[in-house]
């Protein structure tokens, strides 16, 4: 017979057969799903629902947290998911079970030392709090020696670590029984030289002949997506429920969302409803309660499962109590205008994998949709204009943008200039090409607001000394930045110093560009075919622009056995135009342009095409007042007689 757990006595060998005691002492039998229900509490500061958690209100998470039970024998368990599903929540749960019922070492690892930190302060520390079995298990953090950390609490027979993924240090710390691995997508490939971080984690369990590994995260990009890979090496489970109408067991996939429209041919989303691919039956939202209570996993690769020792699950926002079929319509709409919001949609509502590959846009598919306006006339939408310029060792090449609200484009001039960068006269003739102001629709003449020239290649001096004599008609000198991630544009470094080593105030100035951000922002506006974010080719534009255009594609590369996203280029093709308008775009979000609001853009637009409603035929509207003087808003460029007129901190000033 066993002994007791605790024995009040003063003795010390009393103290030592106790421990002994705990250590024989057999895992509970209570599934990790019963004890959430009979102990769990959310906090109304966290939860959509606060209260007592309810296995029954989300029923496709009870076999994932009882195959992470202690008496269970599965040792990994990998999910691959959409949001508002309540993973959260489970993780929480398996932290208070380990603590309560199953005490042992356990780490808990999150993309960053910060979101660690985080989780451990609003999340597990507010659940300890309101589950009074957790209160006497975990030493006060107020109490001196109580080894009661953000990053680190112990509790009886066990402690519990909190890692980030991006420190090695962190992974290194312990051997674990129990380890968590959340959001497994936002790791970075290599943490300090040292490898993959989920691979230094797992490692701290390998002495422990009864782990459990929880792997989970939204899915990103195929072949490259950690969780993707996790879920492929399970048996691939997905939950199955009843059609109320045919009762065929089936997956819930979005290809069988159907809506109506209204009157006006307009998408009515409050119209949602699953369409049964057996029998065809409506299924409505307030059938997805009972579904859910009669749904089961079911295996697709049940070989991998390795004698239950390795199972994977997969589940989209369809099944989400907190999360409507109509309110999952909105967003796919909206998304359609954008691909980033789709890619989102896909990732984060699906919990699927984004293919580059497959949302690829061809040079063909550009050129048929050139339209008919000719270069160097800005068609109406256009307010302000923005160039990039690429150095060669033979030619500058320069493509220039126009721009309009939420982001719309048109390609307004390519041109080419012959000639070595060494020579003064290629620089001379770019200088006279900016000049040249170009003519709006409406009739206005307008000039380049901001120029990006790249500084890469042979001729990095003479570009600098290029940015420096038109820094006042806003060229500025650029740096490509291949490094995931990177914002489209960060903050300058100064480069002219005096011979003492001071920054010169006022001297030219280097623009990191992260060309991999911008290149998945042109590409992903590559598919919008009208409204915010499309972008416009003219029908004058040679076959030449659209091939450089589309030469870089998105590759899965190997570094160090790991897989990356890389932007890779054939060596036959050349991409000029492409790197062109990374930097056209990279001016424009360092004018600011993505901060712009609806007032903005009034301005912009009474400067560029004044009384544009009466020139088309429309309704007038009143004439807009002056521009404010305020730094905050963008002015247009204007090409009158001899002025150019150009923002300045306190107001404007002539350029010219």
């Given at each position: 017979?066993?002994?007791?757990?605790?024995?009040?006595?003063?003795?010390?060998?009393?103290?030592?057969?106790?421990?002994?005691?705990?250590?024989?002492?057999?895992?509970?039998?209570?599934?990790?799903?019963?004890?959430?229900?009979?102990?769990?509490?959310l906090n109304q500061t966290y939860a959509a629902e606060p209260g007592r958690w309810r296995t029954e209100r989300t029923p496709y998470l009870r076999e994932i947290m009882d195959a992470?039970?202690?008496?269970?024998?599965?040792?990994?368990?990998?999910?691959?998911?959409?949001?508002?599903?309540?993973?959260?929540?489970?993780?929480?749960?398996?932290?208070?079970?380990?603590?309560?019922?199953?005490?042992?070492?356990?780490?808990?690892?999150?993309?960053?030392?910060?979101?660690?930190?985080?989780?451990?302060?609003?999340?597990?520390?507010?659940?300890?709090?309101?589950?009074?079995?957790?209160?006497?298990?975990?030493?006060?953090?107020?109490?001196?020696?109580?080894?009661?950390?953000?990053?680190?609490?112990?509790?009886?027979?066990?402690?519990?670590?909190?890692?980030?993924?991006?420190?090695?240090?962190?992974?290194?710390?312990?051997?674990?029984?129990?380890?968590?691995?959340?959001?497994?997508?936002?790791?970075?490939?290599?943490?300090?030289?040292?490898?993959?971080?989920?691979?230094?984690?797992?490692?701290?369990?390998?002495?422990?002949?009864?782990?459990?590994?929880?792997?989970?995260?939204?899915?990103?990009?195929?072949?490259?997506?950690?969780?993707?890979?996790?879920?492929?090496?399970?048996?691939?489970?997905?939950?199955?429920?009843?059609?109320?109408?045919?009762?065929?067991?089936?997956?819930?996939?979005?290809?069988?969302?159907?809506?109506?429209?209204?009157?006006?041919?307009?998408?009515?989303?409050?119209?949602?409803?699953?369409?049964?691919?057996?029998?065809?039956?409506?299924?409505?939202?307030?059938?997805?309660?009972?579904?859910?209570?009669?749904?089961?996993?079911?295996?697709?690769?049940?070989?991998?499962?390795?004698?239950?020792?390795?199972?994977?699950?997969?589940?989209?926002?369809?099944?989400?109590?907190?999360?409507?079929?109509?309110?999952?319509?909105?967003?796919?709409?909206?998304?359609?205008?954008?691909?980033?919001?789709?890619?989102?949609?896909?990732?984060?509502?699906?919990?699927?994998?984004?293919?580059?590959?497959?949302?690829?846009?061809?040079?063909?598919?550009?050129?048929?949709?050139?339209?008919?306006?000719?270069?160097?006339?800005?068609?109406?939408?256009?307010?302000?204009?923005?160039?990039?310029?690429?150095?060669?060792?033979?030619?500058?090449?320069?493509?220039?943008?126009?721009?309009?609200?939420?982001?719309?484009?048109?390609?307004?001039?390519?041109?080419?200039?012959?000639?070595?960068?060494?020579?003064?006269?290629?620089?001379?003739?770019?200088?006279?090409?900016?000049?040249?102001?170009?003519?709006?629709?409406?009739?206005?003449?307008?000039?380049?607001?901001?120029?990006?020239?790249?500084?890469?290649?042979?001729?990095?001096?003479?570009?600098?000394?290029?940015?420096?004599?038109?820094?006042?008609?806003?060229?500025?000198?650029?740096?490509?930045?291949?490094?995931?991630?990177?914002?489209?544009?960060?903050?300058?470094?100064?480069?002219?110093?005096?011979?003492?080593?001071?920054?010169?105030?006022?001297?030219?100035?280097?623009?990191?560009?992260?060309?991999?951000?911008?290149?998945?922002?042109?590409?992903?506006?590559?598919?919008?075919?009208?409204?915010?974010?499309?972008?416009?080719?003219?029908?004058?534009?040679?076959?030449?622009?659209?091939?450089?255009?589309?030469?870089?594609?998105?590759?899965?590369?190997?570094?160090?056995?790991?897989?990356?996203?890389?932007?890779?280029?054939?060596?036959?093709?050349?991409?000029?135009?492409?790197?062109?308008?990374?930097?056209?775009?990279?001016?424009?979000?360092?004018?600011?342009?993505?901060?712009?609001?609806?007032?903005?853009?009034?301005?912009?637009?009474?400067?560029?095409?004044?009384?544009?409603?009466?020139?088309?035929?429309?309704?007038?509207?009143?004439?807009?007042?002056?521009?404010?003087?305020?730094?905050?808003?963008?002015?247009?460029?204007?090409?009158?007689?001899?002025?150019?007129?150009?923002?300045?901190?306190?107001?404007?000033?002539?350029?010219?």
């Amino acid at each position: 017979m066993l002994m007791p757990a605790r024995i009040d006595h003063p003795n010390g060998d009393a103290l030592v057969r106790g421990a002994y005691v705990d250590g024989l002492r057999p895992d509970p039998r209570e599934p990790m799903s019963e004890w959430a229900d009979k102990y769990r509490v959310l906090n109304q500061t966290y939860a959509a629902e606060p209260g007592r958690w309810r296995t029954e209100r989300t029923p496709y998470l009870r076999e994932i947290m009882d195959a992470f039970s202690p008496t269970a024998r599965c040792e990994f368990v990998a999910v691959m998911k959409g949001a508002q599903l309540g993973f959260t929540e489970i993780l929480t749960n398996m932290l208070g079970y380990i603590i309560h019922r199953a005490p042992g070492p356990a780490m808990m690892v999150q993309p960053t030392q910060n979101l660690a930190k985080r989780f451990s302060k609003q999340r597990l520390a507010t659940m300890i709090d309101d589950v009074p079995v957790l209160r006497g298990k975990v030493a006060d953090p107020r109490a001196r020696d109580s080894g009661n950390t953000t990053m680190a609490k112990n509790f009886d027979g066990g402690v519990l670590f909190l890692a980030g993924a991006n420190s090695a240090a962190d992974l290194r710390s312990a051997p674990v029984r129990y380890l968590l691995l959340d959001e497994v997508d936002a790791y970075p490939y290599d943490v300090d030289d040292e490898g993959d971080p989920i691979e230094l984690a797992v490692n701290r369990t390998k002495t422990f002949a009864r782990r459990k590994v929880l792997i989970g995260s939204t899915p990103t990009v195929k072949d490259v997506s950690r969780v993707e890979r996790e879920f492929l090496k399970g048996d691939q489970r997905f939950f199955e429920v009843p059609c109320p109408h045919c009762a065929t067991p089936q997956s819930l996939e979005w290809q069988h969302m159907k809506w109506d429209k209204d009157e006006h041919d307009q998408h009515d989303p409050e119209t949602a409803f699953y369409a049964c691919p057996h029998c065809g039956g409506k299924i409505e939202e307030h059938h997805k309660k009972p579904m859910l209570a009669q749904g089961q996993w079911v295996a697709r690769k049940p070989e991998n499962n390795l004698g239950d020792r390795r199972r994977s699950y997969h589940i989209n926002s369809l099944y989400s109590p907190w999360e409507s079929w109509a309110s999952l319509v909105y967003k796919f709409l909206d998304a359609q205008r954008d691909p980033h919001l789709l890619k989102t949609f896909i990732n984060t509502a699906l919990g699927e994998c984004w293919d580059e590959e497959a949302n690829r846009v061809d040079q063909n598919d550009l050129a048929k949709r050139a339209e008919a306006y000719p270069l160097r006339t800005i068609p109406k939408g256009g307010l302000i204009i923005t160039g990039g310029i690429d150095v060669q060792d033979n030619r500058l090449e320069v493509v220039l943008w126009a721009w309009g609200r939420a982001e719309e484009a048109w390609v307004v001039d390519y041109q080419v200039f012959f000639g070595s960068p060494a020579e003064p006269t290629v620089w001379t003739d770019l200088e006279r090409y900016l000049a040249q102001p170009l003519t709006h629709e409406v009739g206005t003449a307008m000039v380049p607001r901001a120029v990006a020239i790249d500084t890469g290649g042979h001729h990095t001096q003479q570009v600098y000394d290029f940015a420096r004599r038109n820094r006042h008609k806003g060229v500025i000198a650029v740096k490509g930045m291949s490094v995931a991630n990177r914002p489209v544009i960060s903050k300058p470094s100064a480069q002219d110093v005096t011979a003492r080593g001071k920054t010169i105030r006022g001297g030219v100035q280097l623009w990191p560009v992260g060309t991999d951000t911008a290149k998945q922002v042109i590409y992903g506006r590559f598919g919008i075919e009208e409204g915010p974010g499309r972008m416009h080719f003219s029908n004058d534009l040679p076959e030449e622009f659209y091939a450089q255009i589309t030469a870089e594609k998105m590759a899965t590369r190997y570094h160090k056995g790991h897989p990356r996203i890389e932007w890779v280029k054939p060596s036959h093709r050349r991409n000029e135009v492409l790197d062109c308008t990374v930097y056209a775009l990279a001016a424009a979000y360092q004018l600011g342009m993505p901060r712009w609001r609806d007032r903005d853009w009034d301005a912009l637009e009474e400067h560029a095409q004044p009384r544009v409603a009466d020139l088309f035929g429309a309704t007038p509207k009143p004439h807009a007042q002056p521009i404010p003087e305020k730094k905050e808003v963008p002015p247009a460029v204007i090409q009158n007689a001899q002025t150019v007129r150009r923002p300045r901190r306190g107001g404007f000033v002539n350029a010219y």
